[in-house]
C-alpha cells in the first residue's frame, strides 16, 4: 500500500496558527531530549511537508509510546 500525499505547506500553515485536521507529515528525525527537571522524556522531531521543513517540533508526551514501539520512525 504506497504511503498517503503529505498535506501542502502544512508546515508554514501550522506555524501561522492554522487548525489542520490530521495532516501528513513526513518525519525526517526524532531526538530524545532529556533535562534534569523533567520526569518524562520529550522528543524533538524534524518534520516535512515535501516543501518546507520544522526542526524544533516537539512531540507530545502521551505519543511517547510510538517512539518505543516503532510506529513513529526516520
Known amino acids: ?3 498517503p500525499p503529505l498535506t501542502p505547506n ?3 500553515r501550522l ?5 489542520l485536521v ?3 507529515l513526513q518525519i525526517l528525525g ?3 531530549m532529556t533535562s534534569g527537571a523533567q520526569t518524562q522524556e520529550r522528543y524533538r522531531v524534524l518534520v ?3 516543501a518546507c521543513y520544522h ?5 507530545a ?4 509510546p510510538m517512539v518505543a514501539d516503532g510506529q513513529l520512525a526516520t
Open 1 to 3: 500500500m504506497p504511503d
Open 10 to 12: 502544512a508546515v508554514v
Open 15 to 19: 506555524m501561522s496558527g492554522e487548525n
Open 22 to 24: 490530521a495532516p501528513v
Open 30 to 32: 526524532i531526538k530524545a
Open 48 to 50: 516535512s511537508d515535501g
Open 55 to 59: 526542526t524544533f517540533a516537539m512531540l
Open 61 to 64: 508526551t502521551q505519543l511517547n
